[in-house]
C-alpha cells in the first residue's frame, strides 16, 4: 500500500511541475495562467498564444524565399537575397564586382539589373512587393556569383531580411559576420539571417531571426546588442551548436556588449555562464556597459585581478563572490586600484569582498603606494550611488562592540592602508546609511575606519 501511495505522489509531483511549466511558459507567452490552473483550462490557452512579430511580417510577403533564390534566372550558383525597404537606388560597396548578376524579384517576375558606373542600383515601380502584414512597401534583390571571397556588403544598406542558407561559400556574406564590428552600424534595420555558415558572430539590436546550417568548429563572439530576443537568438545558437563546437569571445566583446534583458534566468545565464566562463582577462576596465543588468553578477574565484578591475560591471543587485587581487603586485604603482565607484550602480545591495588568505585578518586587497598624483588614491576608493545597501554586510555589533569578521563585514575585509590621505575614501551618496546605526555607532565605525587610515563620508 505505501508503494502504490509513493507512486502516487510521484506522479502528481509530475503533474504538476508539468502544470506549473506550462503556465509559466504561458504568461511568457502574453496569455495569463496560473499554477493552480487544471490541464483541462491550461491546454487550450496554447491556441491562444499569438505569433511572434517576425513571423507575422514575413508571412506578409508570402514567399518562399530559398524558391526565389533557386528560380532565379541565373548562371551563378552560390547566390543571396536581400530584402531592402523600399529606397529608389543602393550605393554598392566601392569593390563590388561588375561581374556578379543582380536580379530583383517583385512576386512574379524576376528583372535583371546592372550597377552604373558609380556602383549604384536604381529601382522602379515595378521592382517593388508589398507586404500584407504592414502595408509597406521593399524590393527584393537576389545576386550571384561563383566565388564570394570578401565583405562585398560591408557598406551602408537598408536591408531587412538576408538569405544565404543555400550558400557554402556565405562566410563574408552573411551579414553576421562583418569585418570590423560594423553589422550595428550598416545594417541598422535587419530583422532575420538565415545563412549557411556561422563562424563570428554579431548580434544587432534590430535581429529578431537567426539560423545557420553549419557551424565552424569554433565560433567566435563579437558583438551583441539589445534586450531578451537578441540574448534569446545567442542562447539558442550556443544551445544548438554541435557537441565539440568551441565558443570563444572576440577580444571586445564584453567592451561592446549592449544588453538590457528582463528575463531574470536569460541574464543570469549570459552574464554568469556564457561571459563568466569565457571570460579570461585580469580586469573588467573597458568591460560592460551600464545599460547590462543582471540581479547577481559573480565574479570568477580563479582570477588574479589587477589595476582597475571593478570599474565596468553591470548594474546588478548583488555581486557574487570573493575578489582576489594579484599579490605579485604588492609594490607596483597601481597596487589596490579596483575602481569601485561606478555611479550605475544604483542597485546594489551588498559590498564587494575580497579573499582572505590563510590567516589574514582583512581581505587581499592591496593596501595603495604613495603617489605624487593624490587624484590617483581615488581609483583605491570605494564611492556608493546605491540607495539599497543592507547594513548587515557592512558592520554589526555586538555587547563587545564591533563584531570582527573579514569574512562577512566590509570594514574589517578593507586592508590597513599604510598612507593616510583624505582622498583614500569610503564614501555614501545615500546620506541616510548612516541612519541604520546609534550615534555611538557610528563613531566606532569612523573611529575603526580611521585606524585603517580610510575616510568615511557619510
Avoid at 531592402?84 to 564586382?97: A, Q
Wanted: proline share 4%; with cysteine; charged share 20%.
Amino acid at each position: 500500500m505505501a508503494q502504490l501511495e509513493n507512486e502516487m505522489l510521484n506522479e502528481l509531483s509530475v503533474a504538476q511541475g508539468f502544470t506549473n511549466d506550462l503556465a509559466a511558459n504561458l504568461t511568457a507567452k502574453g496569455v495569463p495562467s496560473s499554477n493552480t490552473e487544471g490541464l483541462d483550462t491550461l491546454v487550450p490557452k496554447v491556441l491562444e498564444i499569438g505569433k511572434p512579430p517576425y513571423e507575422e511580417w514575413q508571412e506578409g510577403f508570402g514567399y518562399n524565399w530559398d524558391s526565389v533564390v533557386s528560380n532565379a534566372p541565373m548562371a551563378s550558383t552560390l547566390r543571396v537575397l536581400h530584402i531592402y525597404t523600399k529606397v529608389e537606388f543602393l550605393k554598392m560597396y566601392s569593390y563590388f564586382p561588375t561581374s556578379i548578376e543582380i536580379y530583383t524579384y517583385n512576386g512574379s517576375d524576376y528583372r535583371q539589373k546592372t550597377m552604373d558606373a558609380n556602383k549604384r542600383l536604381a529601382f522602379i515601380e515595378a521592382d517593388y512587393m508589398t507586404n500584407t502584414s504592414d502595408n509597406l512597401q521593399y524590393v527584393c534583390v537576389v545576386y550571384g556569383d561563383f566565388g564570394w571571397g570578401e565583405y562585398y556588403f560591408n557598406t551602408y544598406l537598408p536591408v531587412v531580411y538576408s538569405n544565404s542558407k543555400n550558400n557554402p561559400d556565405d562566410r563574408y556574406v552573411n551579414l553576421i559576420n562583418i569585418g570590423g564590428g560594423q553589422t550595428f552600424a550598416i545594417y541598422p534595420y535587419l530583422r532575420g539571417v538565415d545563412c549557411y555558415r556561422t563562424s563570428y558572430i554579431q548580434i544587432g539590436n534590430s535581429l529578431e531571426h537567426l539560423t545557420t546550417q553549419i557551424y565552424d568548429t569554433t565560433i567566435r563572439l563579437e558583438r551583441i546588442a539589445g534586450s531578451d530576443t537578441q540574448a534569446r537568438i545567442l542562447k539558442d545558437l550556443i544551445d544548438n551548436a554541435p557537441i565539440g563546437t568551441t565558443i570563444t569571445l572576440g577580444g571586445d566583446f564584453i567592451q561592446y556588449v549592449s544588453l538590457y534583458i528582463s528575463d531574470e534566468k536569460l541574464a543570469d545565464w549570459f552574464y554568469n555562464d556564457l561571459c563568466y566562463n569565457k571570460f579570461n582577462k585580469v580586469s573588467y576596465y573597458g568591460g560592460f556597459s551600464i545599460s547590462n543588468v543582471v540581479k547577481r553578477f559573480k565574479i570568477r574565484p580563479d582570477i588574479n585581478f589587477y589595476d582597475q578591475y571593478l570599474w565596468q560591471l553591470p548594474n546588478m543587485v548583488y555581486i557574487d563572490g570573493v575578489i582576489t587581487e594579484d599579490q605579485t603586485k604588492i609594490a607596483d604603482t597601481n597596487a589596490g586600484f579596483h575602481n569601485f565607484m561606478n555611479s550605475g550602480w544604483t542597485m546594489l545591495q551588498n559590498f564587494p569582498m575580497w579573499k582572505v588568505i590563510g590567516s589574514a585578518t582583512t581581505g587581499c586587497l592591496l593596501p595603495m603606494n604613495t603617489q605624487a598624483n593624490v587624484n590617483a588614491y581615488l581609483l583605491g576608493s570605494f564611492d556608493f550611488y546605491s540607495t539599497n545597501l543592507e547594513p548587515n554586510k557592512f558592520c554589526e555589533f555586538d555587547e563587545n562592540g564591533i563584531i570582527e569578521d573579514p569574512t562577512k563585514y566590509f570594514i574589517c575585509n578593507l586592508p590597513f592602508e599604510a598612507i593616510s590621505h583624505v582622498n583614500i575614501q569610503v564614501r555614501f551618496r545615500d546620506l541616510t546609511f548612516k541612519n541604520n546605526y546609534t550615534t555611538t555607532q557610528r563613531n566606532a565605525i569612523s573611529t575603526y575606519l580611521t585606524n585603517k587610515n580610510w575616510s568615511l563620508q557619510w
